[in-house]
């Protein structure tokens, strides 16, 4: 089982930028399907977007437009590119690796990046 270890959260000001990262413990190349996800305080944890093997993308209205996701197989790393950023967006955001068929997470959660933005 592939580990998984988020970084590049921060304090940021609204409108602000940052890159999370999320470096695997063993090559991606075969992963099909992962993920970024977010937990804000009181609220459950949710899907922000997540990327195929094919390079394929999806977004939850929330973010769409102002996060991107991308994948680097050669460094076994899975990107979060966040612009614009909103004081909503604020949370605890964790990486993972998603099943093909039911599209729900696989493997347990890893100690996640915390964001927070500051209006």
């Known amino acids: 089982q592939v580990q998984l270890v988020e970084s590049g959260g921060g304090l940021v000001q609204a409108g602000g930028s940052l890159r999370l990262s999320c470096a695997a413990s063993?090559?991606?190349?075969?992963?099909?399907?992962m993920g970024w996800y977010r937990q804000a305080p009181g609220k459950e944890r949710e899907l922000v977007a997540r990327i195929s093997g094919g390079g394929s993308t999806y977004y939850a209205d929330s973010v769409k437009g102002r996060f991107t996701i991308s994948r680097d197989n050669a460094k076994n790393t899975l990107y979060l590119q966040m612009n614009s950023l909103k004081p909503e967006d604020t949370a605890m955001y964790y990486c993972?690796?998603?099943?093909?068929?039911?599209?729900?997470?696989?493997?347990?959660w890893g100690q996640g990046t915390q964001v927070t933005v500051s209006s």
């Open positions: 063993r090559s991606i190349f075969s992963i099909n399907v």
């Open positions: 993972a690796t998603i099943h093909l068929l039911t599209m729900r997470p696989l493997g347990s």
